[in-house]
Structure formats: structure tokens, C-alpha cells
């Protein structure tokens, strides 16, 4: 059996550079912050939106899938 190449681990090259002897990329302290704002006011605003309903049903039919036949059997009575 013939692993694709896509799966196949790379082999390192002799000659070729390491990623880690690269130095490290740095942001400018001003571009940091500004990209921190811009992230945590989208992020704020995801958090401020609501659930939409058809997401809510399917975490409902979840919840009563993992409960099991007995329980939704007895959340089912005197409903009705």
C-alpha cells in the first residue's frame, strides 16, 4: 500500500534552512494594538448576536437525542 504524498511526512533537505534558525517575525507595538482593538470589537459583536432559531431547534433535538427514549418518553407526558 502507497502512502499519497500529501500524507507522507517530509524529509529535510541537507542545505536547506530550518525554520526555527529563521528569526521570528515581529509587529510594530502601534500595528499590535491596533490589530487587538479591531479583533476584540469583532469579536464583541459575534458575541452580541443573537442564536439564530434554526441552530436553537438543533441544539434542542440534541439535547432530547442525548436524554434517550425514557426521558423524552416522560417529558411527553401530561403534555398534551
Known amino acids: ?5 500529501s500524507v507522507q511526512p517530509t524529509q529535510h533537505v541537507a542545505g ?13 507595538a502601534a500595528i499590535q ?3 487587538g482593538r479591531k479583533l476584540r470589537e469583532s469579536y464583541e459583536e459575534v458575541v ?25 418518553a416522560d417529558s411527553k407526558v401530561g403534555k398534551g
Open 1 to 5: 500500500m502507497t502512502i499519497p504524498k
Open 16 to 28: 536547506e534552512s530550518d525554520v526555527d534558525d529563521e528569526p521570528a517575525a515581529s509587529i510594530d
Open 33 to 35: 494594538g491596533a490589530l
Open 48 to 72: 452580541r448576536e443573537e442564536v439564530p432559531d434554526k441552530f436553537l431547534r438543533l441544539l434542542n433535538d440534541l439535547k432530547l437525542a442525548e436524554s434517550g427514549p425514557a426521558d423524552s
